[in-house]
């Protein structure tokens, strides 16, 4: 079955230090794949995502996610963190749902990060 | 656009109770989700609507959980009787058809306390 592994479920980084969030995804066919971030008391909200073509993906807020395929990785990065960015991060990936035709997404389990001042 | 909205916002019950959550997705999404995000981990597909059929259940403790989406909009999740395991935050989401490049729309939650 496909799914994703989120390395790390705690990230802490300085303010103004490279973010670098961690996925990994078992797929035996090309994956779709995602980067959500929920903050405090909010729902989830996409970052970014992966489906074909260009392998380095840029999302809002500064974050972008390189698709590598020889290392089946998703990892997650932003040059310089800011403290709103502190907040959960997940990876998923969308499968087919049974026969249907239609997709779920699975998500990892995944990685708060905190900003330190 | 209207985002998918979900109540109640918070719910405390005993064990054994019943309790349930409503949802209504974005305009003209076909295709609905209930999720369980227990603290700590990450979301956990329940049950995936495709207009007011089921698609996929597989993960739905049927014994005591069940979800409709009788009319294709919105949907409700029942739980009956409640365990303390349930404790989690519930999220409906949906996306527009079910394709695996759509972005996926959630609303807030449902923050159940089991007691």
């Known amino acids: 079955a496909q799914s994703v592994t989120q390395l790390g479920s705690h990230v802490s980084v300085s303010e103004g230090a490279l973010v670098l969030l961690r996925c990994n995804y078992s797929s035996s066919v090309p994956p779709y794949l995602f980067w959500y971030v929920q903050y405090p008391n909010q729902g989830l909200q996409l970052l970014l995502k992966y489906t074909t073509g260009a392998t380095l993906v840029k999302g809002i807020n500064g974050f972008e996610a390189e698709f590598k395929k020889s290392e089946t990785s998703f990892h997650l990065t932003k040059p310089s963190a800011h403290m709103s960015d502190a907040a959960e991060y997940f990876c998923a990936v969308s499968v087919l749902a049974n026969t249907s035709g239609t997709y779920k997404y699975i998500f990892g389990t995944g990685t708060r990060l905190k900003v330190l001042a | 656009e209207a985002g998918v909205a979900q109540s109640p916002r918070y719910k405390i019950i005993e064990k054994r109770q019943s309790v349930a959550f409503w949802c209504n997705p974005i305009s003209g999404h076909a295709t609905l989700y209930w999720y369980q995000q227990i603290l700590g981990q990450g979301p956990k597909l329940l049950i995936q609507?495709?207009?007011?059929?089921?698609?996929?259940d597989s993960q739905l403790p049927k014994d005591r959980f069940s979800a409709e989406r009788l009319k294709g909009v919105d949907s409700t999740l029942k739980i009956q009787p409640a365990k303390l395991e349930d404790s989690a935050v519930y999220l409906c989401?949906?996306?527009?058809?079910?394709?695996?490049?759509?972005?996926?729309?959630f609303g807030s939650g449902t923050q159940l306390s089991v007691l």
């Open positions: 609507f495709q207009n007011n059929g089921v698609v996929d």
């Open positions: 989401a949906s996306r527009r058809r079910g394709q695996a490049n759509e972005k996926l729309f």
